[in-house]
């Protein structure tokens, strides 16, 4: 009895250290969202959030794990404080929107240890309508500059049951898994963004904005539903992060909406990262291409070259009579220089971005193209030898301009852990990780080469997305998901509720290429995609990208006229997005009001269950007519079998005063477009 009691007596006081008085706080500029900060006895930070007065995070602590150093974790004390509210609204030169609304609250916490050697650091809050960020500031300190950090210790503990949708962080597929639905007292160690949608029903979506000369934050579930900040692994530094002072972290960030869509329509991530450093941007063009890319991975062509190659200048001649004849702008040739042949996954080594082989004239069909209107999509897949990639990238970005190549996709296929790094010619090779710090400031070399040469940038197998498009406009999009190929050949291909996790995961991160717009609905090999006709239209609104890949063969394209249609007309740059209506891996439909224009595309998506969608068209112009025009799934349509191509086009006009409905199939879709009538 006696020791129940002083367990008891225990827990009471950890409790109340655990919960001490705040001493410092601030709000959302609509007073809905409030973060404390407090330091227990022992001199531990921390900092919790409720909103509307309930608890969403609980005291979550904040700190660091040195190498060779004492942890930045306890016997600390504040020394000062400051608030401030900005309001400093900002316009994107492509995206999702046009107008970006920045309001926020800010808090600055100046922080000193009480004993030895008395490092001191700022953490900083921002706290918005939508979610908040934190990120920690080191200036100089007494006695080291250069400081070796091998974890973050900022955790995230969430105060009410949850659910959580996520990917396994540190295995070897970098981010190309499917998601997982499980209690979020289930995770593991996962990628961000993570999303967490509380039994009450509030969301949460947990992240990092402007990763910068920093290693990609995993997190980790510690125990019930505390999760902490992981850092990727460091490579030949040892240390996951090493850096000099005065430097920041990233901003740890936690997005919060009543809606699952309030996520996507969140402009947090964008808003903690600084401001366009590039300047006029215009040179970009948002738009559509086409390429050899399904036929290399339907098989049936080849990246080497010999009698399968893909990248011929017939071949490609006719990828750019397909294009002009479509309206699309852009023709990605995969295979165009040497390096292919051979085993160069993992191995990229001979890979050269300066000449093409002898059968793809490059000369010959970038004037051909010209005279048609369309702009070939360059491609520079490194096979992860990526210090050989960056002794020719400036000579590569070049060498693509020259040639009126304003996008390229650069390519890192490899395992994750497995990046090849040469610090010298001729010296030892290191490994580093996809998301570690030395590749984040590869793919800022990357870009900033690029924009000398006004070329844009498309990764594949990249490090996370963390809202630098905004800082960098010319990095437009990137993979970092499990894409369209999977449903060439992957086992299993993606299966309905993936794309539509990725409404509410990945793409809260930016915009991502999938590669839609498999009108044949058929892999390698006969293997069926789980999707209807109508859905892969949908996905062009669904999933956003600025650059939209028309994935499919020309051949294929000319079966599906009406289909064709649609994503001739769709546009790829936007105005204003609405999420109207969705639930996380259930269903969603997003509409988007094209850029400089009055029309409006609608996607919508659903998982394997048949499901009635209702949604108003309040936003559009009161008192403007709209022809509709609706590409859905037809009667009987199904993600399997024949059915997945039974498909209807019809039209009706529509005002502001009007609600459209429609059945989307089990695995099923629905796209719109809603033209303004005079």
């Known amino acids: ?117 008395q490092r001191h650091f700022d953490v900083v809050f921002r706290v918005y309508d939508d979610g908040f960020g934190f990120r920690y500031e080191m200036p100089r300190q007494p006695h080291a500059t250069r400081v070796e950090i091998e974890d973050d210790l900022s955790e995230f503990a969430v105060a009410r049951p949850a659910t959580a ?18 209690p979020l007292s289930e995770v593991s160690q996962a990628h961000t963004p993570i999303t967490v949608r509380t039994d009450d029903g509030l969301h949460l979506s947990f992240h990092e904005a402007a990763l910068v000369d920093y290693a990609a934050m995993w997190l980790r579930r510690v125990d019930g539903q505390r999760l902490r900040a992981h850092l990727a692994p460091g490579g030949k530094e040892g240390a996951s992060v090493v850096r000099m002072t005065p430097f920041s972290s990233p901003w740890r960030t936690v997005q919060i909406s009543d809606r699952a869509g309030g996520l996507v329509e969140s402009s947090l991530i964008l808003n903690l990262n600084e401001p366009n450093k590039l300047g006029d941007v215009s040179w970009f063009k948002p738009a559509k291409y086409v390429g050899v890319w399904w036929s290399l991975h339907l098989d049936t062509e080849s990246w080497a070259t010999g009698s399968k190659h893909g990248a011929t200048t017939a071949n490609t001649r006719r990828y750019i009579d397909f294009a002009a ?52 999509v360059g491609h520079h897949e490194t096979g992860c030898a990526v210090s050989h990639y ?11 301009a ?121 892999g390698r090999g006969g293997q069926e995609i789980p999707s209807t006709l109508a859905r892969q239209l949908a996905l062009y609104v669904t999933l956003y990208s600025p650059i939209q890949m028309v994935a499919d063969l020309p051949e294929h394209y000319a079966k599906q006229p009406e289909a064709m249609k649609f994503i001739r007309d769709v546009p790829v740059d936007w105005d204003d997005t609405r999420v109207l209506n969705g639930e996380v891996g259930e269903f969603v439909t997003i509409a988007r009001k094209a850029r400089g224009s009055g029309t409006w595309a609608i996607g919508a998506m659903t998982d394997t269950q048949q499901r009635p969608v209702e949604f108003k068209l309040d936003f559009l112009t009161p ?24 498909f209807v086009r019809e039209e009706k006009i529509v005002s502001a005063d009007d609600t459209m409905a429609m059945t989307l199939a089990p695995g099923g879709g629905a796209a719109v477009l809603l033209v303004p009538l005079p």
């Not at 060779?68 to 994107?92: F, G, S």
């Not at 996954?345 to 005279?371: C, E, I, Q, S």
């Not at 007519?625 to 024949?642: L, P, Q």
Request: aromatic residues 10%; charged residues 25%; contains cysteine.
């Open 623 to 646: 008192g403007q007519r709209y022809r509709a025009e609706i590409y859905r799934d037809g009667e009987g349509a199904d993600w399997r079998g024949d059915a997945r191509f039974r």
């Open 165 to 182: 949708w996520w990917i396994p962080a540190g295995e070897w597929n970098r981010y190309e898994y499917l998601y997982q639905k499980t």
């Open 325 to 376: 004849q479509n309206g699309i702008r852009g023709v990605l040739v995969e295979g165009w220089n040497p390096g292919w042949d051979g085993m160069w996954f993992g191995n990229g080594w001979d890979f050269d971005f300066t000449r093409p082989v002898a059968d793809f004239d490059l000369p010959a069909l970038t004037a051909y193209a010209k005279t048609q209107a369309v702009h070939l």
């Open 1 to 117: 009895m006696k020791r129940m009691h002083a367990l008891a007596l225990t827990m009471c006081l950890w409790s109340s250290m655990a919960a001490a008085d705040p001493v410092a706080e601030v709000t959302s500029p609509d007073g809905r969202i409030r973060v404390q900060l407090d330091i227990n006895p022992e001199g531990r930070l921390a900092y919790r959030v409720d909103r509307d007065g309930k608890p969403v995070l609980e005291d979550s602590r904040l700190g660091f794990q040195f190498r060779n150093a004492e942890a930045l974790l306890r016997n600390l004390k504040l020394v000062k404080q400051a608030t401030r509210e900005v309001e400093a609204d900002w316009e994107l030169p492509w995206g999702e929107r046009r107008e970006v609304r920045n309001h926020y609250r800010e808090l600055r916490v100046s922080i000193e240890e009480t004993v030895r050697a």
């Open 390 to 400: 960056e002794t020719q990238l400036d000579a590569s970005m070049a060498y693509a």
């Open 402 to 522: 020259e040639y009126g190549i304003d996008v390229v996709k650069t390519g890192y296929v490899c395992d994750a852990g497995q990046i090849e790094r040469q610090d010298s010619k001729g010296g030892d090779i290191t490994r580093e990780w996809h998301d570690g710090q030395w590749m984040s400031n590869h793919h800022l070399r990357v870009v900033q080469a690029a924009a000398k040469h006004h070329v844009a940038v498309n990764p594949h197998e990249p490090i996370k997305d963390t809202g630098l498009r905004r800082t960098y406009p010319n990095w437009v999009s990137r993979e970092g998901a499990r894409g369209m190929e999977y449903n060439a050949w992957g086992q299993p291909p993606n299966p309905p509720d993936h794309e539509i996790n990725l409404v509410f995961t990945r793409l809260l991160s930016g915009p991502m290429d999938y590669t839609p717009g498999i009108v044949s609905l058929t």
